[in-house]
T-cell receptor, first 112, second 113 residues
Framework: DAMVIQNPRYQVTQFGKPVTLSCSQTLNHNVMYWYQQKSSQAPKLLFHYYDKDFNNEADTPDNFQSRRPNTSFCFLDIRSPGLGDAAMYLC???????????FGPGTRLTVT | DQQVKQNSPSLSVQEGRISILNCDYTNSMFDYFLWYKKYPAEGPTFLISISSIKDKNEDGRFTVFLNKSAKHLSLHIVPSQPGDSAVYFC????????????FGAGTRLTVKP
């Protein structure tokens, strides 16, 4: 089945220690998104890639970076995680011009 | 600035009855609306959508109603089943361009047998 895969499902990192979350897709979708979701809150879009074009949300902290080396993979790098960055991170994809987003299961990040 | 609001964090309904989940939005530029369903330990999955040129869209037991003047949409599930128990997210975007989709905080629906 075509799908969106996120690894790891659970990640524990120390305060200030860089961490990378990964996302891969077998849907061959042009667009990939990263969302941050804190408990009982709406998923918040951090940025998205339209093919290789990177689009940052205005309020996404500089601490968050992303890489998309090819169509299938996208990475979220948190350069210096703070306690406030503990959250569920959701990756999603969509077709060019499509309207449905397909989500991965998420990575729950804990910062100690 | 939360542009999409789901004011009820939870809803409990008896099996067989109707579930009504509500969503309000503030941005009049939104013209495409979606509902996603999320089970524990899984990502949200698309459920049903509606564009602003319609006021109703139906898919089996699920119907979405849009009231543009009130900036309000609702999801009706009839009849509700225990397997419908999940968190439901409302989302909105502009111009069929979901690159700027905004989500509500979700409503947890519990359907009791």
């Amino acid at each position: 089945d075509a799908m969106v895969i996120q690894n790891p499902r659970y990640q524990v990192t120390q305060f200030g220690k860089p961490v990378t979350l990964s996302c891969s897709q077998t849907l061959n979708h042009n667009v990939m998104y990263w969302y941050q979701q804190k408990s009982s809150q709406a998923p918040k879009l951090l940025f998205h890639y339209y093919d290789k074009d990177f689009n940052n949300e205005a309020d996404t902290p500089d601490n968050f970076q992303s890489r998309r080396p090819n169509t299938s993979f996208c990475f979220l790098d948190i350069r210096s995680p703070g306690l406030g960055d503990a959250a569920m991170y959701l990756c999603a994809t969509s077709r060019e011009g499509g309207y449905e987003q397909y989500f991965g299961p998420g990575t729950r990040l804990t910062v100690t | 600035d939360q542009q999409v609001k789901q004011n009820s964090p939870s809803l409990s309904v008896q099996e067989g009855r109707i579930s009504i989940l509500n969503c309000d939005y503030t941005n009049s530029m939104f013209d495409y609306f979606l509902w996603y369903k999320k089970y524990p330990a899984e990502g949200p999955t698309f459920l049903i959508s509606i564009s602003s040129i319609k006021d109703k869209n139906e898919d089996g037991r699920f119907t979405v109603f849009l009231n543009k003047s009130a900036k309000h949409l609702s999801l009706h599930i009839v009849p509700s089943q225990p397997g419908d128990s999940a968190v439901y997210f409302c989302a909105a975007s502009r111009n069929f361009n979901n690159n700027d989709m905004r989500f509500g905080a979700g409503t947890r629906l519990t359907v009791k047998p």
